[in-house]
């Protein structure tokens, strides 16, 4: 099967989970999430304003920046398929932009060497620690560009937990996910 096809299919999975179960599954992953040290220690944190059917991340945001949290988001640029990066410090702030995405104003490009915290979404994950995104590789080159340091935890539902996703060479693993169900730990990743 291509990856577009096992991307479709994923997707279709996702878009089947009730409202409800979307809500009560994302309320589970937030506060594993929140209960993590990489999120205790964590000073600056990249999110992402879920879209969709993801793993919701209004109310994490929010409760993240009025906990005294720095929160960045991406933007995405399109000519280049990366993400540019700005600190916001109001929910409020966030408009639908590009891909119908919620995303902050561009203003200034925070430095991705004083992350702390990066939260990846993603369509997929695999038992190795891959993930399938949506096929514009913003989030490969850029997690292919964070210092070692940096920690990366990605957040999805149980359901999109799978065996194998179809990887290509610049597919990026990740070293921790969070589902409903559990947290699971792969070997950290190789640049």
């Given amino acids: 099967m291509n990856k577009k096809t096992l991307r479709s299919q994923l997707l279709e999975i996702r ?17 594993k999430l929140m209960a993590t040290h990489e999120y205790k220690n964590a000073t600056n944190i990249m999110a992402f304003a879920s879209f969709g ?34 600190e916001i410090t ?5 408009k639908p932009s590009t891909y119908g995405i919620l995303e902050p104003e561009k203003k200034e490009n925070f430095d991705r060497k004083k992350l702390d915290l990066v939260i990846v979404p993603g369509v ?7 993930r399938m995104g949506y096929g514009g590789g913003y989030y490969d080159r850029f997690l292919a ?34 589902t409903d169900r559990k947290i699971r730990n792969f070997q950290r990743r190789v640049l």
């Fill in 15 to 31: 878009n089947n989970i009730s409202e409800t179960d979307r809500i009560n599954k994302s309320k589970i992953i937030i506060d």
């Fill in 53 to 86: 059917t993801e793993v919701n991340t209004h109310d994490f945001i929010k409760t993240a920046l009025s906990s005294g949290k720095r929160i960045i988001l991406p933007i995405s640029i399109k000519e280049d398929r990366s993400l540019f990066l700005q």
């Fill in 90 to 94: 109001n929910f409020d702030e966030l």
């Fill in 124 to 130: 997929a994950f695999d038992h190795r620690g891959f």
């Fill in 145 to 178: 560009s964070l210092d070692k340091r940096t920690k990366i935890v990605a957040i999805n539902f149980e359901e999109l937990y799978v065996y194998r996703v179809v990887i290509s060479r610049f597919d990026m693993k990740v070293p921790v996910l969070i």
